[in-house]
């Protein structure tokens, strides 16, 4: 008998193999069966074309397929955003997916009445701002949906009444229904969890309900009738003056008919002018935005003009807005024919090195997706940047704003970023910088960012921390850089391009988080520590193969910490043991937990404990440091042997 036991087992372990290969596979083709299904509904999808049915949606936490979001080898979510895609929404598809909470079709082009949203009950997160949906919202649209914390509703044709059933979420966190319209009264919100509204530029009358009042005031902004905090009285007499009478608006139609009588006669005159002017002077565009003159990979030392629009474009233009007091002004056309050095191309466009004045240095940033909000939310963003002083910040100086394109200006930085001294060219100076110089640069950096957090009540401060963004002014002294963009930036730049969306919180769930930030400044840690230029800078999105913190925990492992340090580091004989505290502070920062990970005080805290020593010994590597692994209760403890 006992004989007979080992065949049986044989005949039967790939049977059992095979019913649990095809139970997996069969959960799968049901999943990619609906979201084949949710395609087939949508026009202009080519963008999807990798969904391919002989390969899984979801690798574990990691999407096969384009816009498909992944959590434990589950189809979390769709973010299928700025994809041209028009059609029907096919939400009766989407509900076989269990564990499906996010949806974000943001900056496409849907048009029709609102989706019946509420057949995904369990849905967390709503995105479907920036296209052309119109009609009114019924009131119980959103019944039912009890987990749903963020709706973004915003830049649509929506019309009729805000629905009822929104004021109703009990977990309701984020609502934006600006660029609508929306009419008649706001509803009752209640919910205490609810921490930004954004109704402005709508048809809505009557008084904010006081649950709102606390709100800022541009989220009300571009509904004449409303009233109340946090807008003027309901009795005061700016409200009276609204409701003057047609004299006002009389007025008002004639001022307006002579601007547009006035505007036709200058570019009648334009037009006349440039038809006798020679073609390249007609178009500077042929030298200047097509970078003819000016490529991106140009060397550091060409020089140009700084590229500008046509000068009748220039001349219609808004002038330039500075937002600092303590500089020299200039004005927009001196800057625009000002020699140009070209810094080189960026993640959001070209850099420009230009002197105004009586020769201050000025640096250029010339951006062209940056059209994520309307003209007076720029403006009050811009000014909002321009209230930010701190030893660590580069101060905006002046901006300018046209829709195509917008130019922020800052004052120049002679020692380049952090990014050229680590990985430049060495050659010249025969030496990397030393352990002092960098642990000052890191305590600078928390110090920025730390003040980021504290006067930027943003999910995300920063949003696009890395080396090549943070300067050093001569004393070595760091300044951050391309800091709070992400609310004007497009959304399609922002999530390819911006170091927060390569975070694994996004790649996990969709979402940045309060220490996205946390997460990209331990990478900067790490790499100041290693000379090692982090994948994470290059890679699409989080790709922990390619993380510089796994290679970091993998040489601990391994028993090889002497290789992890930048060999090229002086000063740093006599500081190993607080080198090794400083790559545990990195290593508590990159958590890919967001729960587990240090928060920005506990950070500074720990960073400012650090003592710079004052060796000017070289770092050989192999004096006698040591990691010993523990389980959760703490990364890794560690001895040092002097």
């Known amino acids: 008998m006992g004989a007979h036991a080992p065949r049986l087992a044989r005949k039967t372990t790939p049977i059992l193999l095979l019913a649990l290969s095809l139970a997996v596979v069969a959960f799968g083709a049901t999943d990619s069966a609906a979201l084949f ?23 574990w936490n990691r999407p096969n397929w384009v816009g498909i979001l992944c959590l434990n080898g589950t189809i979390w979510g769709l973010k299928l955003e700025g994809m041209g895609l028009t ?4 939400i009766d598809s989407l509900v076989p997916l269990s564990h499906f909470r996010t949806l974000s079709l943001m900056n496409n082009q849907f048009v029709g009445p609102f989706p019946h949203i509420n057949k995904l009950g369990k849905l967390k997160a709503l995105y479907l701002s920036n296209n052309r949906f119109s009609g009114q919202i019924p009131d119980d649209a959103f019944q039912g949906m009890g987990s749903l914390k963020r709706v973004f509703l915003a830049n649509n044709e929506f019309s009729g009444n805000i629905p009822l059933s929104l004021s109703t979420l009990p977990r309701l966190m984020e609502l934006r229904l600006e660029g609508n319209q929306f009419q008649g009264r706001i509803p009752d919100f209640r919910q205490k969890n609810l921490k930004t509204v954004n109704l402005a530029s709508n048809f809505l009358v009557g008084p904010i309900p006081e649950a709102l009042s606390k709100m800022n005031p541009d989220s009300f902004s571009g509904n004449k009738d409303l009233c109340g905090p946090p807008l003027y009285s309901c009795n005061s007499p700016l409200r009276a003056l609204n409701k003057k009478g047609n004299t006002l608006k009389i007025i008002i139609g004639v001022i307006l008919l002579l601007i547009i009588l006035a505007a036709i006669a200058v570019a009648l005159a334009m037009f006349h002018r440039k038809r006798h002017r020679p073609e390249l002077e007609r178009n500077p565009s042929l030298s200047m935005n097509s970078n003819k003159i000016a490529p991106s990979y140009v060397a550091d030392q060409q020089q140009c003009q700084v590229p500008a629009e046509s000068s009748a474009q220039s001349r219609r233009s808004d002038k330039l807005s500075f937002v600092r007091d303590d500089i020299e002004k200039f004005d927009l056309n001196e800057l ?20 105004v004045g009586s020769g201050q240095a000025l640096v250029v940033k010339r951006y062209r997706h940056m059209n994520n909000v309307g003209r007076e939310e720029f403006h009050e963003h811009m000014r909002r940047l321009g209230r930010l002083k701190h030893p660590n910040l580069l101060r905006l100086t002046a901006y300018y704003y046209r829709r195509e ?90 999530h390819n391009l911006m170091i927060a969306y390569k975070s694994p919180e996004y790649a996990q769930n969709g979402r940045t988080s309060k220490k996205t930030d946390i997460w990209s400044f331990g990478i900067l840690i790490l790499e100041i520590l290693t000379g090692k230029f982090p994948e994470n800078y290059l890679t699409q999105g989080y790709d922990s193969s390619a993380d510089i913190a796994s290679w970091v925990n993998k040489m601990v492992k391994e028993k090889r910490t002497s290789e992890v340090f930048d060999k090229d580091m002086k000063g740093a004989k006599d500081s190993k043991g607080e080198m090794i505290n400083l790559l545990k502070i990195g290593l508590s920062c990159c958590e890919e937990d967001v729960e587990s990970r240090l928060d920005i005080k506990e950070v500074v805290e720990k960073i400012e404990q650090l003592r710079e020593g004052d060796s000017d010994e070289d770092y050989t590597g192999n004096e006698g440091i040591n990691f010993s692994v523990r389980g959760n209760e703490d990364r890794f403890s560690y001895t040092v042997d002097r």
């Open 405 to 494: 394109e917008k130019l922020l200006v800052y004052e120049f930085v002679e020692n380049g970023s952090l990014a050229s001294h680590i990985h430049g060219n060495r050659s010249l100076e025969g030496q990397g910088l030393d352990w002092q110089t960098r642990l000052r640069i890191i305590k600078g950096v928390a110090k920025g960012l730390a003040y980021l957090y504290s006067e930027l009540p943003i999910l995300v401060p920063h949003g696009h921390l890395k080396s090549s963004n943070v300067l050093l002014d001569p004393s070595m002294e760091p300044l951050l850089t391309d800091y709070t963009l992400r609310p004007v930036i497009n959304p399609q730049q922002a």
């Open 87 to 90: 059609g029907i929404i096919d």
């Open 336 to 355: 625009l024919r000002a020699s140009a050095e070209v810094l080189g191309s960026g993640t959001f466009g070209s850099s420009y090195k230009a002197a």
């Open 37 to 59: 299904k949710f395609k087939e509904a949508l026009q202009n999808n080519s963008a999807l074309d990798n969904w391919n049915s002989s390969v899984n949606p979801c690798d």
